[in-house]
């Protein structure tokens, strides 16, 4: 399985990235050295040493520069200085998923240049190989330019003097990864035998160019790119929400592609960062009161006009995702009562390690947590699923004017899975374009936290400046009167956002005194 390959090789490639600056940027001769690809072994383990780079703690922590999370340690991830305005281009977690993106990209490269070497390849193998390389760049170079816009484009392994190199333009970049992941998509299989789980298909391809297309506002060839992943009939709407996340359901036909772990043997930290001290975590990424707000109630209305919203009993008659997503008072999880009103429990506001908004996320926790805090789970990370490519054709539909049933059908499939049952949306509930965009905005919004989608959702949707300036709140204390906000909403951070600045995150301070051809994003 693609996750031993990819053990195989970490702590080698690890000391070789710790010894060598420049790998963080690209290999000078990495594995292109002339004991090395001789044969096909050679060349499938050089491309799973690219998938490593799926995931990261930056990833998982994502979510926490945005109106839906709050992460309250700078370590392992200062993210949270992103989240509140206080960053500078010396904060390392724009350094840490620069470099990341770019080692994911000098890796991909150093396979296209070195696999022509291996002799008697397979044609059809190479192919495979080529195509998951060069999707993986793509891939690469789509969060890159999401997070800072205009960055510099490696398309080969460059030579120590190529280094110097300006910033190549966002629209250029993304035209070249749509041009990649068009040409590859025959490439790749649509579906993969058991023992190949995990790598890309046909759909991770099309998805990608789907996503890739409506970031960009491309909406007919977004719509279009989604049609053809529907199309492809491998991939459903699952009916467990929750067993998408926790990793008892990791080959669910749902999951179009995620960072793939595996319990003490390729584990990760996850279950620290997310779970509270019931289990055994670190609370150090919580959800917020703004996520908690946008689940509608069951009738399909917001709370702000909804009669069955009881400010009493706020998590009463609400979209079931809400419960599934977020631990609210009471909720069993593995096992465990979660309930913050419990001055005695460990959970509660205030404890070490406990919460700091009184809500922790249900989503995301293993199934199985054990180990050191450091390898606790063996769950993968979501990267992209058949829910986002539904709500990707809706939208791009929606933007383009072109309102049709099949607008209304990929919605509800999203909506109306068994679990969560929500009332459909029809021409008569929501009759118009304005009410449409509205209602998949929303939709996004409830079906993806912790996914990292909600970042890129309010930079392209020009919202940020609203939802991240002000207050972070968290859950409405009712409960404990010991502490100054009895019967108020607990505050956990002041936000500040710079329309000016903040749109883009800056380029690292270090890759500015390593490469003087790039130039600072604009008020950084």
């Known amino acids: 399985m693609i996750r031993k390959k990819i053990t195989y090789s970490l702590a080698g490639l690890l000391l070789m990235i710790s010894c060598n600056d420049q790998l963080d940027r690209q290999p000078l001769d990495s594995l292109g050295n002339t004991t090395y690809w001789t044969n096909t072994a050679d060349a499938e383990r050089s491309v799973n040493d690219v998938y490593r780079f799926l995931g990261s703690d930056e990833r998982f922590f994502m979510s926490c520069a945005t109106d839906d999370s709050y992460s309250w340690s700078n370590w392992p991830v200062d993210i949270q200085f992103a989240a509140n305005g206080s ?19 000098a890796k991909a490269n150093d396979v296209l240049d070195n696999i022509d070497r291996v002799p008697n390849m397979d044609p059809t193998v190479k192919a495979e190989l080529i195509g998951e390389a060069r999707f993986l760049r793509a891939f690469a170079y789509q969060q890159l330019t999401g997070l800072y816009g205009d960055v510099v484009l490696y398309t080969t392994t460059p030579s120590p003097e190529e280094f110097q190199i300006a910033k190549t333009p966002k629209s250029e ?139 009493a009993a706020p998590f009463a008659n609400r979209d079931p995702r809400l419960g599934l997503t977020i631990v609210t008072p009471g909720t069993p999880v593995n096992g465990v009562t979660i309930d913050v009103t419990n001055p005695n429990s460990p959970d509660a506001l205030g404890k070490s390690n406990a919460s700091f908004s009184g809500y922790y996320y249900r989503k995301a926790v293993p199934a199985n947590i ?3 805090w450091d390898r606790s789970a063996g769950a993968d990370v979501m990267i992209m699923r058949y829910a986002e490519v539904l709500l990707t054709y809706a939208e791009a539909k929606i933007e383009s004017g072109q309102i049709d049933p099949s607008v209304y059908a990929a919605i509800n499939q999203v909506r109306q899975r068994t679990g969560v049952n929500m009332v459909a949306a029809t021409p008569a509930t929501h009759p118009d374009q304005q009410a449409l965009r509205a209602l998949v905005r929303r939709e996004r919004h409830v079906e993806f936290p912790v996914e990292d989608n909600r ?50 995150w800056p380029i690292p301070a270090n890759e500015l005194i390593f490469n003087t051809q790039l130039t600072q994003n604009s008020g950084w």
């Open 87 to 105: 960053a500078t281009p010396n904060t390392d977690v724009f350094l840490k998923n620069w470099r990341y993106m770019y080692q994911m990209i």
């Open 173 to 311: 970049i993304v035209a070249f990864v749509i041009n990649e992941l068009t040409e590859i998509t025959e490439s790749l299989p649509i579906t993969r035998e058991s023992a190949k789980q995990g790598r890309a298909t046909r759909g991770a391809v099309l998805a990608l160019k789907a996503r890739t297309l409506l970031y960009s506002g491309q909406w007919l060839e977004a719509a279009a790119a989604a049609q053809q992943v529907m199309d492809l009939g491998v991939y459903t709407i699952d009916n467990n929400y929750l067993s998408l996340f926790n990793g008892t359901n990791e080959n669910s036909t749902e999951i179009i592609l995620s960072a793939r772990y595996l319990e003490n043997t390729y584990p990760n930290a996850n279950a620290t960062w997310i779970g509270g001290p019931s289990l055994a975590g670190w609370g150090q990424i919580v959800p917020l009161r703004g996520l908690v707000d946008a689940y509608e109630c069951t009738d399909g209305q917001t709370i702000d006009v909804s009669p069955l919203y009881d400010p």
């Open 370 to 372: 054990s180990g050191e």
């Open 455 to 504: 970042l890129f959702d309010i930079r392209r949707w020009g919202i940020a400046e609203n939802v991240m300036q002000g207050v972070a709140q968290g859950i409405f204390n009712n409960y404990d009167s010991s502490r100054g906000d009895f019967n108020n909403y607990v505050t956990v951070e002041r936000r500040t956002f710079n329309p000016g600045r903040d749109y883009l």
